[in-house]
């Protein structure tokens, strides 16, 4: 299990991509247009650990490109502005995101000496049709020998993937996921696909040869992965792009963009869970469903959806949800 971070960001947004992948834009999807530089990774670590209390496990994290297949020298030159603090201990490790064809044995070997503790591998799906579709670049193999190398080094490793990608489906989905699991990470990010202006995708999608993932599908897919992830003890630490003032201000054009995704999925996986419970003869029942005080609203679901599908599909007479002593993410009746 990963401690808890405080995570200071800096977006390297494109920088490094071999690959015009179908559904990527990263200065919109990340909100920065302007590469990193060293002045602007200590500017982000200052203003950073200004805002976070002392003492905290702090983790600076390059997000957005690939980093690994940035040129060793401005890699190396954004890896050294970090240094000071590190050797300091204003900040206690490095964090990076790449592809997994952008992964070998000297890199991994120059990273562990630069300080980074966690890579996060994109590998979006574990098929290879899904893969070629999206423009990926890389196969599901290269994806699994680089998982292995990472771990082999010692390294954190998280995984990236996505759903409704072209090709995909459901079982799809389902496979990529238990291709992972099987692959050991010590967190997952699902990011279902979501359609930004000026990407292949949403040519694609214009041209009706893609057809969205909608909000309900992805829902839908990820309530269906979440618990293999759970029963694996793999925490899903990302569910659902980071809402931007872009994404929201119609950057995303359709697609399973919500502010909220994490959210529905929870909503949608108590559901699940008090149907099953209800499925034992509670039919014209007053009934009082007991979750943890994490679960009380998603349980509820947006504008009473959950409360409003149950007593009719169970003709209740009447349905509470009240907070209880219970493991988060469980439905109990007393």
């Known amino acids: ?3 808890k971070r405080n995570i200071i960001p800096v977006f390297v947004p494109h920088l490094g991509c071999p690959n015009n992948c179908v559904f ?3 200065r919109r999807i990340s909100g920065e247009s302007v590469p990193a530089t060293a002045e602007s990774v200590q500017k982000a670590v200052l203003e950073g650990i200004a805002k976070i209390p002392e003492n905290s496990n702090i983790q600076l994290a390059f997000y957005g490109g690939s980093f690994t297949a940035i040129p060793v020298e401005k890699q190396n030159e954004l890896l050294d502005a970090a240094l000071p603090f590190l050797r300091d201990g204003k900040i206690s490790s490095l964090r990076l995101s790449t592809r997994p064809d952008a992964i070998d044995e000297e890199t991994l070997g120059r990273l562990k000496t630069c300080g980074v503790r966690t890579i996060e591998l994109g590998a979006q799906s574990m098929c290879d049709e899904v893969l070629k579709l999206s423009g990926r670049g890389h196969t599901a193999e ?4 680089a998982a292995c190398l990472i ?4 390294f954190e490793l998280i995984l990236q993937m996505m759903t409704g990608l072209p090709g995909d489906t459901k079982e799809r989905t389902l496979e990529t996921a238990r291709s992972l699991i099987a692959l050991h990470p010590d967190g997952v990010r699902i990011y279902p696909a979501v359609i930004i202006e000026n990407t292949p ?4 999608w214009h041209a009706h040869s893609y057809k969205e993932h909608t909000v309900e599908e992805a829902v839908d897919y990820c309530a269906a992965v979440l618990p293999l992830f759970e029963q694996a003890e793999i925490p899903v630490i990302r569910l659902g792009l980071n809402p931007t003032e872009d994404l929201s201000g119609g950057a995303a054009v359709a697609g399973a963009y919500h502010p909220a995704l994490g959210e529905l999925v929870r909503s949608r996986l108590l559901l699940d869970r008090a149907r099953m419970l209800l499925s034992k003869n509670f039919h014209g029942e007053n009934v009082v469903l007991y979750v943890n005080p994490s679960d009380v609203s998603a349980m509820i679901g947006q504008k009473r959806s959950n409360i409003d599908t149950l007593r009719k599909e169970f003709e209740l007479k009447s349905l509470k949800v009240s907070a209880a002593d ?5 439905v109990t009746l007393f």
């Open 1 to 3: 299990m990963i401690a």
């Open 24 to 26: 990527c834009n990263q």
């Open 142 to 145: 290269q994806t699994k020998r």
């Open 151 to 154: 771990k082999e080094y010692g």
């Open 201 to 204: 995708l949403c040519d694609m």
């Open 326 to 330: 219970v493991r988060k993410g469980s």
